[in-house]
């Protein structure tokens, strides 16, 4: 029982809590901090306690320590000496450290058990393991705890392997099985045992040293327990073999003496004479390793139960370890994990006792191995099936696992009997310094994923941004579907009346530095198709002009500046074009005709394998059964459909005009009155009515737009076929570009958001359109995890 105790205390002593990085101990006033796990972040030049934030940081290392959560843990060995981040790995190594005791030791006093004696070797490894138990939770360091844990495993393996052939060489053939399934079963005990103490003691030092004190009832009458007999006739201390039969017998109330020289054949006396010589001093043969591969046959037998050995070590201990990981009640899954061991010990007795020991074995390691296979395929939501697997796993394995220590005890003669199975533990012990990485590995390794067949994206919109994201998500993840998703397609989306000109607007929420991306990333795909020979039928083409102020030239250049191209300031005979003006930038950049670019893009789609479905999305959660992934591009339409307060319209009417003649653009710097002559027409603007709903024309502001534009552009009076159309810009200080996961009960729904451009979608469109892309990503993955993730 002791040993089930130690060999899987480490499962609650190195528990990792939830932390972040401590505050500086020197913070000054009006400091704000970003605490992460591994960095903490200071705001620089910004009071906003919004969680959100996209502003300049400072970065620096947990210098001050660490903040853990104490919920469940008052201490561990983690949060004592800071075992995260950078020294994670030295919190990982406790149990495989541990294990590699374990191996030393089996095989250290596995064969000075043969050499001394079974009852001095049960002594000091009994009184060791009390001991260093106690001073483990003493230890004031991780370096000198890992040392005090590395001698603990030592002496704990070396009791295990000599309790085991001491029972063994005691109990006879007939009840040996159901002897040495007893060991197993306290070992079980032990076990249940840790997952008592745990959930009763959460310091990890506390807990350590009542976990020890548990052995000191065995310390103090394992004293009187003698040697055994076999090992005194195999040294040849015939006398003192006779005395502990002598009790035997007694003991037993077996009236007929039993004498060893009765027992032993006139050949076997003349070989212990010609051992022991004429002073009768022991000159018995020492063994060694070797002996176990002294022939062909014994060589093949030791390969065999060694590979047994570490096959079912590390199914043992794999299951045993990985079972707080499953979710739930971690002490009550380490506690059913000990329990389920109990009937598969009485399942192995019966086996071996009607159907041999290889019969039993087989199956039972058969078993394990395709309910390993099981659990690699379970997703990772149904944790009541996973731990029922689990279980089972356990349940087969230790079958395998209790058996081969009898096995291995019948297979070996006496002289070699604690080697054999100190050898065979050895292996074992291999196995289980191995178990804690292939637990590990479920954190950054996933063997025999079920994927999704095809990852199923339902994108929100048919106007610029939601077609721009859907194909830009077909062509970054070609291995998803996507589809369109919408009430309204082009010609009567908003984007079809947006003037498609490449010139930012400014988001006040939404740092500088990330609306440069995307402008440059949308500048650089247009600009591309612009330069290819599908620029006429996708809309695109560029266009030189002027921006005009009234005011005098301000020092900043608009962040954009070095992004179009030839950007400079006007010169005096330009702007003598328009004489209310005193400044003016000239400029090329891109102008989209949209009801082209937006039919370009959905041809584009279908070409990448996507599809357009005409329907009115209510809810959200209406497309949870069809779809893996959401993208949510309604723009406006969000203020309804997920209650966003913070989107707002912004009214904009535009008139599209036949000039063919214009070739430049004309932008007044308030960006009100503004002449943008495209391939097909001129648009002519504009309005911005900030919170209007009104989709109806306005014939006076229609008025307003021609007169100031003719102002600009006089020739415009010469303007043909003019049409006005009216949309709502949607709005917000910041464009909303984020994921998110709706919960409903046990029903999640990955969403990401792409809206609130505004006035500046054309403009930012493919660069949100690849950071939404990005996000889609990230939700695939997470999907596949949580669908796939073996817990090995």
């Known amino acids: 029982m002791s040993c089930g105790i130690h ?252 004498k060893i020289s009765e027992l032993c054949s006139i050949q076997q006396d003349a070989l212990v004479s010609s051992r022991t010589g004429d002073n009768d001093v022991s000159t018995t043969k020492k063994h060694n390793i070797l002996d176990l591969f002294c022939n062909r046959y014994i060589a093949r037998r030791t390969i065999t139960v060694w590979l047994i050995w570490f096959t079912g070590s590390l199914g043992y201990y794999v299951f045993s370890l990985s079972s707080v990981n499953l979710g739930g009640n971690e002490y009550l899954n380490l506690f059913l994990i000990g329990v389920v061991e109990l009937p598969s010990y009485v399942i192995a007795c019966i086996g071996m006792d009607k159907l041999g020991r290889r019969n039993t074995l087989i199956p039972s390691l058969i078993s394990s191995a395709l309910i390993c296979v099981l659990i690699m395929l379970i997703p990772q939501d149904f944790n009541a099936l996973i731990i029922l697997a689990n279980m089972a796993g356990k349940f087969t394995i230790g079958v395998a696992f209790g058996l081969i220590y009898l096995y291995t005890a019948e297979l070996y003669p006496t002289i070699v009997r604690s080697l054999a199975v100190g050898s065979g533990s050895m292996m074992c012990r291999v196995g289980s310094v191995v178990a ?22 339902a994108v929100i919109g048919a106007g610029l941004i939601g077609l721009s994201a859907a194909v830009c998500i077909s062509e970054t993840i070609p291995t998803c579907s996507v589809t369109i998703i919408s009430d309204e397609f082009t010609p009567n989306t908003t984007s079809d009346v947006a003037a498609g000109m490449l010139i930012p607007h400014t988001y006040p929420g939404t740092p500088i530095y990330q609306q440069k991306q995307w402008f440059k990333e949308t500048f650089d795909y247009l600009f591309a198709i612009n330069n290819s020979s599908e620029a006429p039928s996708a809309g695109i083409s560029l266009v030189s002009g002027w921006q005009i102020f009234k005011t005098s030239s301000s020092a900043e250049l608009p962040f954009w500046s070095d992004i179009v191209l030839g950007f400079r300031a006007m010169t005096e005979m330009e702007l003598k074009k328009f004489p209310q003006y005193r400044f003016g930038q000239a400029f090329t950049t891109l102008k989209c005709d949209c009801p082209s670019y937006l039919l370009w893009l959905e041809k584009r789609l279908k070409g990448n394998g996507g599809e357009v479905h ?73 309005t911005r009515e900030k919170g209007s709903w009104n989709l109806s024309p306005d014939p006076n502001i229609s008025k307003d737009i021609f007169d100031k534009c003719c102002a600009l552009e006089p020739s415009l009076q010469k303007a043909q076929d003019i049409k006005v159309r009216v949309g709502l810009r949607p709005s917000r200080l910041a464009v909303r570009l984020q994921k998110e996961i709706l919960v409903q009960g046990e029903k999640k729904l990955p969403v990401v958001h792409n809206y609130g451009h505004g006035s500046g979608g054309f403009s930012m469109h493919w660069g949100t359109a690849k950071e939404a892309a990005r996000l889609v990503g990230e939700c695939i993955a997470t999907l596949q995890d949580s669908l796939s993730k073996a817990k090995l």
């Not at 605490?35 to 030049?45: D, I």
């Not at 106690?134 to 704990?156: E, G, P």
């Not at 997952?195 to 009763?200: I, K």
């Open 7 to 258: 060999y899987l205390a480490s499962v609650f002593m190195a528990v990792t809590p939830k932390f972040v990085c401590s505050i500086p101990g020197n913070m000054e006033n009006g400091e704000i901090w970003e605490l992460n796990q591994c960095s903490r972040s200071r705001r620089e030049g910004s009071l906003d306690l919004a969680y959100e934030y996209n502003g300049n940081k400072s970065v620096f290392s947990c210098s001050h320590g660490y903040i853990y959560d104490h919920t469940k843990w008052t201490s561990t060995i983690v949060t004592e000496w800071d075992l995260v981040c950078k020294r994670e790995w030295l919190a990982k190594l406790t149990q495989p450290t541990f294990m590699l005791g374990v191996l030393i030791g089996a095989v250290i006093f596995g064969d000075i058990a043969d050499r001394m004696g079974r009852r001095h070797i049960m002594w000091f490894t009994s009184i060791g393991q009390f001991l260093f138990g106690i001073v483990v939770a003493f230890t004031f360091d991780y370096y000198s705890f890992v040392v005090a844990r590395f001698l603990l495993a030592m002496v704990s393996s070396g009791y295990l392997v000599v309790v085991f052939v001491y029972v063994t060489e005691y109990v006879g053939i007939k009840v040996r099985t159901w002897a040495s399934m007893h060991v197993h079963a306290f070992f079980a005990l032990g076990v249940m045992v840790v997952a008592l103490v745990g959930f009763l003691v959460r310091t990890w030092w506390v807990y350590q040293i009542f976990l020890s004190i548990t052995t000191l009832p065995f310390v103090l009458c394992c004293w009187m327990l003698p040697e055994t007999p076999f090992w005194l006739l195999s040294v040849g201390r015939y006398e003192e073999a006779q005395k502990v039969i002598n009790i035997m017998a007694r003991w037993n109330k077996v009236s007929t003496p039993c």
């Open 436 to 457: 804690p990485f292939c637990v590990y590995l479920t954190s950054i390794w996933i063997f025999m994923p079920l994927s999704m067949s095809k990852p199923r994206i």
């Open 614 to 686: 005409a329907k009115r999305i209510a809810n959200l959660w209406d497309l949870q059964n069809n779809y893996d992934i959401v993208v949510n591009c309604t723009g406006i339409g969000s203020r309804q459909l997920i209650g966003d307060l913070k989107i707002y319209p912004v009214r904009g009417q535009v008139l599209k005009v036949h000039a063919p003649w214009l070739n430049h653009f004309i932008r007044d710097g308030d960006g009100l009155s503004y002449i943008y002559p495209g391939i097909h027409n001129v648009t002519l603007g504009g």
